[in-house]
C-alpha cells in the first residue's frame, strides 16, 4: 500500500481534494489514472480508501469509498532536542524517530547548540514523508525552535528526563520510563552545566542512555526506540 497525506479531511468527507503537491506526485510520478484506489491518512489517526475521480495535477479529486480510524497511542513521548550543526544528521533523527513512535518534538536552542535557526518548513516534510513511509496514519507535533530557559518551564504531566553526558548520578531511561515521557537531549556540546542544575530544579530526572557518548541525533533515536521498546513489553 502507498499512502498519501492531505489534512483537510474528516469521517465525514464524502469526497478529498488533495494538495497540490501530493496531486502532482499521484498524476505525474505515479501516472495514476482516473479509477484508481489509493489510501490517504489526515494525519490525525484516520485512514481513508477511495476512488480517484481526478487526476489532475494541481488538485486529484477522490472519492471516499470507506474509512478506518486508528486508535491513538497509549503511550506519549516528547522528545525536546536540540538541532544538530549539520542538517541532514538532524533531520535523520526526524525521519528515524517518526518510523519508531513519537508523538511530539520540539527544537531546543541551548548554551552550546551550534544550529541556532532551523527550516520548519523543511522538517515538516520530513516528517510527512516518513509517516507515509512507515504507513503510519498519526504525524508528529514539530514545535517550533524553543530557547532553553524557555522551555524549561514548560508545563506537563510527562514525567521529566534530561539525558547528559557529565559524570554525575544517572539513572538508566530504561529502568524509569513511565507511560507518558519527556526527555531532553543536548548539542554536540552537550547541556551546559547550568543548565543541567536549573532542569534539576524543575524536577527533571537526569537519565542515561548507553554506556558510550553518543552524537546528538543518536542520542535522540536511542531515546524513541528504548520508550517504544519498554513500552512494548
Given amino acids: 500500500m502507498q499512502l498519501f497525506y492531505e489534512p483537510n479531511f ?23 489514472n482516473i479509477g484508481e484506489e489509493i489510501a490517504i491518512t489526515n494525519g490525525s489517526g484516520l485512514l481513508a480508501n477511495g476512488v480517484i475521480k481526478s487526476n489532475h495535477p494541481k488538485k486529484c479529486e477522490v472519492e471516499v469509498v470507506s474509512f478506518q480510524e486508528k486508535n491513538t497511542a497509549d503511550n506519549y513521548l516528547h522528545i525536546a532536542i536540540a538541532p544538530t550543526k549539520a542538517n541532514d544528521r538532524f533531520e535523520w533523527f526526524l525521519e528515524k524517530s517518526t518510523e519508531i513512535g513519537i508523538q511530539e518534538i520540539t527544537p531546543i536552542l541551548c548554551d552550546h547548540s551550534e544550529r541556532r535557526v532551523i527550516k520548519q518548513e523543511r522538517y515538516e516534510k520530513v516528517l510527512q514523508a516518513a509517516m507515509k513511509q512507515s504507513l503510519n496514519t498519526f504525524l508528529p507535533k514539530l514545535n517550533k525552535l524553543t530557547l532553553f530557559s524557555d522551555f524549561i518551564n514548560y508545563e506537563t504531566k510527562h514525567t521529566k ?16 520510563i513511565n507511560d507518558n ?4 537531549i543536548g548539542p554536540e556540546g552537550d547541556f551546559s552545566q547550568e ?6 530544579t524543575k524536577d527533571f530526572k537526569a537519565v542515561s542512555l548507553s554506556g558510550s557518548r553518543l552524537r546528538t541525533e543518536t542520542a535522540g533515536i536511542v531515546a524513541c526506540h528504548t520508550v517504544n521498546l519498554i513500552q512494548s513489553l
Wanted: with cysteine; proline share 2%; aromatic share 4%.
Fill in 10 to 32: 474528516d469521517s465525514s468527507s464524502k469526497f478529498i481534494s488533495i494538495n497540490s503537491e501530493e496531486s502532482r506526485h499521484i498524476s505525474k510520478v505515479l501516472r495514476k
Fill in 195 to 200: 543548565e543541567i542544575q536549573l532542569a534539576l
Fill in 181 to 184: 515521557n519527556l526527555i531532553m
Fill in 161 to 176: 528526563f534530561i539525558a547528559h553526558c557529565e559524570d554525575e548520578p544517572k539513572e538508566n531511561l530504561s529502568k524509569v
